[in-house]
């Protein structure tokens, strides 16, 4: 079947939006640019206003101040049914008392399409999701995932120049979301639709999207590609949330002429990095800190403290190492044999000064 649904992508600019409830500032000063084509991801807990925000794109809730062009064109003014823009919804919203094959090819009547093309349509969309052996079924009569593709066929059939998700995996178990975030990947490189994928869960937004923006209290924190971010957080926040961290926050001092981190009473550690300001964190993943190594490279940080927790995890051990009053985490990589550390052993912690990042303070 050909690929009629395809689209020329599109760019999305987001200026300056701002968003409330009421006297509630849900949403502040959101600026964002999504290339055409791009698959990009909102990231951030519950309430930090990702579906605010996309809805905002789709045409729902409150009006926000600002501008939202696609294609350089303001569609704030339109109305939803206007814009072009495919959203699907975490409930999936599907109609219960129709079949299938009806629920997809609702939007293409309303629109009044010629009943033959709308057959075509529908048929190229269920096929695209890999569905049509199921075309004549109501939704009671379907899995969750299956539900799930008749919510994104609804939504690709009236050929949207955006397509919007809202969650949509979150009701699904573990193994049918991994296996439904690939196929959704593949249907939008297929497509070549501008994508927004709405989630909470960092492992989703890491494997799925070119980009993210990390959002928090209603304002973006940060935009990069997954590894970007992980790599480099701009702040704590990004760094929590992107996965687990050591965090060391003190006082920047000078000893010898050099910048020195002061992290509570005797814990000293000497900055190679650039830094600025006279407080702030360095930041560095369980994974860089290596147990008692044999080798030490000079440019690295060596750090005694003691064994105050481990924990088994099958590929790696994570130990809590206490140093004056921090505990660091380090994931030490598992093989069999491989000699296991007590709790109150002393060890000495060795960072790779490049594995480390100085976070000033805000
Ligand atoms: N209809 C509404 N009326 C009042 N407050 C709302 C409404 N919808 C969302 N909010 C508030 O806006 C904030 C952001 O919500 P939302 O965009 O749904 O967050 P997210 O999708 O990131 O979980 C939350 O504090 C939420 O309570
Ligand atoms: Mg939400």
């Not at 951030?44 to 009006?63: N, V």
């Not at 409930?91 to 009943?115: D, I």
């Not at 989630?199 to 937004?205: I, K, P, S």
């Not at 369980?286 to 147990?291: C, E, G, L």
Request: glycine share 8%; net charge neutral.
């Amino acid at each position: 079947m050909s690929l009629a649904i395809k689209v020329k992508p599109v760019r999305l600019k987001i200026e300056d939006v701002h968003i409330s409830f009421g006297k509630t500032k849900v949403l502040q000063g959101i600026d964002l640019d999504i290339e055409p084509g791009e698959f990009f991801a909102f990231l951030g807990p519950s309430g930090s206003g990702k579906s605010t925000l996309l809805r905002a794109i789709a045409g729902f809730g409150p009006e926000p101040q600002g501008r939202i062009l696609i294609d350089g064109i303001d569609i704030l003014s339109l109305p939803p049914w206007k814009r072009d823009v495919g959203m699907v919804f975490q409930n999936y919203a599907l109609w219960p008392h129709l079949t299938v094959q009806k629920n997809v090819a609702f939007g293409l009547e309303e629109r009044s399409v010629p009943k033959k093309e709308s057959k075509d349509r529908v048929l190229e969309a269920l096929d695209m999701v890999g569905l049509t052996h199921l075309a004549g079924r109501h939704p009671s009569q379907l899995s969750g995932g299956q539900q799930q593709r008749v919510a994104l066929a609804r939504t690709i059939v009236i050929r949207p120049r955006l397509l919007l998700l809202d969650e949509p995996l979150s009701n699904l178990d573990a193994n049918l979301r991994v296996q439904m975030r690939t196929d959704i990947l593949k249907l939008q490189r297929k497509l070549g639709l501008t994508t927004i994928f709405v989630t909470h869960d960092q492992e989703e937004a890491n494997t799925i999207s070119d980009r993210m923006a990390v959002l928090d209290k209603g304002i973006i924190q940060q935009i990069g590609s997954p590894m970007e971010l992980y790599d480099n957080p701009a702040n704590p926040f990004v760094a929590h949330f992107l996965g687990t961290t050591n965090m060391i926050e003190g006082e920047v001092i000078t000893k010898e002429n050099k910048p020195v981190l002061r992290a509570g009473q005797d814990v000293e550690l000497p900055l190679h990095m650039k830094v600025t300001g006279s407080r702030g964190a360095i930041v560095f993943r369980p994974q860089s800190v290596k147990v008692n190594p044999e080798e030490q490279d000079s440019a690295s940080m060596c750090i005694r403290g003691t064994v105050k927790s481990r924990e088994f995890l099958g590929a790696t051990v994570r130990y809590g190492v206490q140093i004056g009053d921090v505990t660091v985490l380090a994931d030490e990589a598992h093989q069999r044999g491989k000699r296991i550390y007590d709790e109150l052993e002393q060890v000495r912690l060795v960072i790779p000064q490049k594995q480390i990042i100085f976070i000033p303070e805000a």
